[in-house]
């Protein structure tokens, strides 16, 4: 025990409560003696030691003392409080009989004396640590509520609503892993007859990806005007142009993107599309049979790579359906790969779920995803767009 312990000593009834004086002195604690009236200065005691004998007025004052200090943690000895008396209850307060011997109070002192200071310190740090706690709280709550407006800022990037295009119908399924996706889309109509898909993926989830993807999204360019008149800008070209516009921004710690842009010709009946190292749209046919549109693309965003992203062009016919998608979501729809082969093997739902329409579709892939363990709280974002020629 050190000499800066401090003990706060009140004596009730007879006596001047010398032999505990003399106690609390062998045990090195400075002894701040109360009386009757006045205040008290209880933030500097470590211990307190009531001795009360009788039932005079005196216990009156033991008893709002000892409320007090139990309200404050501070370890009290009792030393001949009637049991009778009503006190706050604590694993600090403790009680001896008037009649226990010099011997025992010493020995009760001399335990508190040593314990008692270490006990007030781990309450002061406990009360900073809930200070500390609510100030979190409060702090993650405000995170909490602009991760939120984050992610209602994102969807207000999204289509509100599908294009109305004359022999095509489109469904997306839109469920990012956080409150904020790693991944966008959209579905806009380009001129009378063509219509642009737009899917992105960056690498990872949360606010800096979901930032990342609206800069792309409007980085996008799918035509040039030049007053009155527009040039088209083609799939491979609006890609790579995407890769140059990442690239000119110097973007730390190896930030990439995936993306496909596919454009679709309702006059011509046609599907132009090109990637940079996002996963092959999906081609299914009215007959059932699945195909992947593989054209070549590197990632986009990064430097020292061979900026070189192909083309490809297919004839559309009435009852085919387009699946575009997310990595987040390749292992429900892709089951292998094998090297060399054309194409993969996909998984036997997938083949399942192509019989009926686009909406059926959406609603099967939605119901698989709802059913998988740890819905809840999933890996990855994920992102599909589905169109169906009509």
């Known amino acids: 025990m050190t000499a800066q312990a401090r003990a706060l000593f009140y004596v009730g009834g007879g006596g001047d409560g010398a032999p505990i004086d003399r106690i609390l002195q062998v045990n090195g604690l400075q002894t701040q003696r109360v009386g009757r009236e006045g205040s008290v200065d209880f933030a500097s005691a470590d211990v307190a030691v009531i001795s009360v004998s009788g039932n005079g007025p005196e216990v009156q004052r033991a008893s709002e003392l000892v409320n007090e200090l139990a309200r404050r943690n501070i370890a009290t000895l009792l030393v001949g409080m009637p049991d009778e008396v009503p006190l706050a209850a604590g694993p600090l307060v403790e009680r001896v009989p008037a009649s226990a011997s010099d011997d025992a109070v010493a020995a009760r002192i001399s335990t508190f004396a040593r314990y008692a200071p270490l006990v007030k310190r781990l ?24 991760m939120r407006l984050a992610g209602r800022l994102q969807r207000d990037f999204l289509p509100r609503q599908m294009p109305g295009i004359p022999g095509l119908t489109f469904e997306a399924i839109y469920r990012p892993a956080s409150w904020v996706s790693g991944d966008i889309y959209d579905v806009f109509r380009i001129d009378e007859h063509r ?25 996008l360019v799918s035509k040039r005007i030049d007053g009155s008149r527009y040039e088209l800008v083609p ?32 006059q011509a009946m046609t599907l132009t599309h090109a990637r940079g190292g996002h996963p092959y749209p999906i081609h299914i046919g009215v007959d059932g049979a699945l195909r992947e549109l593989q054209v070549s693309g590197p990632l986009l965003g ?28 390749e292992n429900e729809l892709i089951a292998s790969r094998e090297a060399g082969a054309s194409t993969p093997a996909f998984t036997p739902q ?10 059926d579709l959406a609603i099967s892939i939605c119901e698989h995803l709802d059913g998988k363990e740890g819905s809840i709280n999933p890996d990855d974002d994920v992102t599909i767009v589905i169109m169906e020629v009509q």
Not at 195 to 219: E, N, P, Y
Not at 350 to 359: D, E, I, N, T
């Open 350 to 359: 997938l083949r399942s779920w192509c019989a009926g329409g686009a909406h």
């Open 123 to 146: 309450d002061r740090e406990l009360y900073h640590l809930q200070r500390l706690g609510k100030r979190l709280n409060h702090h993650f709550a405000d995170i909490d509520q602009e």
């Open 235 to 266: 799939p491979s070209e609006a890609i790579s142009q995407l890769h140059h516009s990442l690239l000119r921004q110097s973007l730390p710690h190896c930030w990439f993107v995936t993306a496909s842009y596919l454009i679709v010709d309702t």
């Open 195 to 219: 219509v642009g898909i737009f899917i992105a993926d960056a690498v990872g989830h949360g606010l800096a990806a979901g930032l990342l993807t609206m800069f792309l999204r409007q980085a």
């Open 302 to 329: 990064l430097a020292d790579i061979e900026d070189s992203f192909e083309q490809q062009t297919i004839p559309l016919t009435r009852g085919d359906k387009l699946l575009i998608y997310s990595d987040g979501v």
